[in-house]
């Protein structure tokens, strides 16, 4: 079956950068079939998808983040990253990783996303 | 980029039957995805395209889609439905590029 598991701090500085890795089990993220996406949810608001990746390394992010923010894959360890520099309180969220299938254009494994609070 | 419009909420009476909607320019091209979430969960994909559900989603879900509108239906919806959902489509920036609505809390009485 297949899971994914987010991981990385859970507190980080204003100004810093926020760093979490998605680790997949029961499947290889070098699939054809599949991209992989971080999507976040700001406490007591609605989903936001931020970004995707396939595994040979094209990226996609939402425009409003393009300049703070990185996603990478590592196909050796089975796991993609997210990198979001110089946070803000606005970046407070949990932040989830799915699995998003092409051929039905829907995200349709998701992480149990991890909760990330930016505070000094 | 492209926006989405749910309803904030809606409710319905146990048994009955709920259409929850989303509206937006690119649902006049692409069938949006819907995801349903609980307090505390991860969102679960519930439906996607024309009309399918995802093995294990029950068979009171469906979907459609008319002009720029798509619409998630539940029929005979139970107290387990209790929760938020959204809706999901392409945005204009280009393939692999994605938004979400803003979601809409089911509330079933």
């Known amino acids: 079956q297949v899971q994914l598991q987010e991981s990385g701090p859970g507190l980080v500085k204003p100004s810093e950068t926020l760093s979490l890795t998605c680790t997949l089990s029961g499947g290889s993220i070098r699939s054809s079939s599949y991209f992989w996406g971080w999507i976040r949810q700001p406490p007591g608001k609605g989903l936001e998808w931020i970004g995707s990746?396939?595994?040979?390394?094209?990226?996609y992010y939402i425009a409003s983040l393009k300049s703070r923010i990185t996603i990478s894959v590592d196909t050796s360890e089975n796991e993609f990253s997210l990198n979001l520099r110089s946070v803000t309180a606005a970046d407070t969220a949990v932040y989830f990783c799915?699995?998003?299938?092409?051929?039905?254009?829907?995200?349709?494994?998701w992480g149990q996303g991890t909760l990330v609070t930016v505070s000094s | 980029s492209s926006e989405l419009t749910q309803d904030p909420a809606v409710s319905v009476a146990l048994g009955q039957t709920v259409r929850i909607t989303c509206q937006g320019d690119s649902l006049r091209r692409f069938y949006a995805s819907w995801y349903q979430q609980k307090p505390g969960q991860a969102p679960v994909l519930v439906m996607y395209g024309k009309d399918n559900r995802p093995s294990g989603i029950p068979d009171r879900f469906s979907g459609s889609s008319s002009g720029n509108t798509g619409s998630l239906t539940i029929t005979g919806a139970q107290a387990e439905d209790e929760a938020d959902y959204y809706c999901k489509s392409r945005d204009s920036s280009g393939n692999h590029y994605w938004v979400f609505g803003g979601g809409t809390k089911l509330t079933v009485l």
């Open positions: 799915a699995r998003f299938k092409d051929i039905t254009n829907s995200f349709d494994f």
């Open positions: 990746i396939y595994y040979t390394g094209n990226t």
